[in-house]
């Protein structure tokens, strides 16, 4: 069974910078589309972006292109979250999930695996 860890997370001021990592055991990591979400307070878990199984393709929310990055390494079973230009609405718990499908969708029902979050603070 897939596992997923989230690391990376703490707090950072508005216009700063933050790596978050997913590690992923338990399976193959280029057999599965990985994604983050976000979850702020008082509000539904959302999008943020996903990656195909190679890196070749990627898709991001619109509240964070040109300024997030999502990348991986197969080698390693890893995914990354380059956060650049933090703003304090992306304050969140940041989720990472696995999806066995090909293509890079964003609905949370297509993710089969999910890591327990790591919490991000943007300071205003």
């Known amino acids: 069974q897939v596992q997923l860890l989230e690391s990376g997370g703490g707090l950072v001021q508005a216009g700063g910078s933050m790596r978050l990592s997913c590690a992923v055991s338990?399976?193959?990591?280029?057999?599965?589309?990985l994604a983050w979400f976000r979850q702020a307070p008082g509000q539904e878990r959302g999008f943020v972006a996903n990656?195909?199984?190679?890196?070749?393709?990627?898709h991001y929310a619109d509240s964070v292109k040109g300024r997030f990055t999502i990348s991986r390494d197969n080698g390693e079973n890893t995914m990354s979250l380059q956060m650049n230009s933090l703003k304090a609405e992306d304050t969140a718990v940041y989720y990472c999930?696995?999806?066995?499908?090909?293509?890079?969708?964003?609905?949370?029902?297509?993710?089969?695996?999910w890591g327990r979050g790591t919490q991000v603070t943007v300071s205003a």
């Open positions: 990656i195909g199984w190679n890196g070749e393709s990627s």
């Open positions: 338990g399976g193959t990591a280029s057999q599965y589309v």
């Open positions: 999930a696995a999806s066995g499908t090909n293509q890079l969708l964003t609905q949370e029902t297509v993710y089969w695996f």
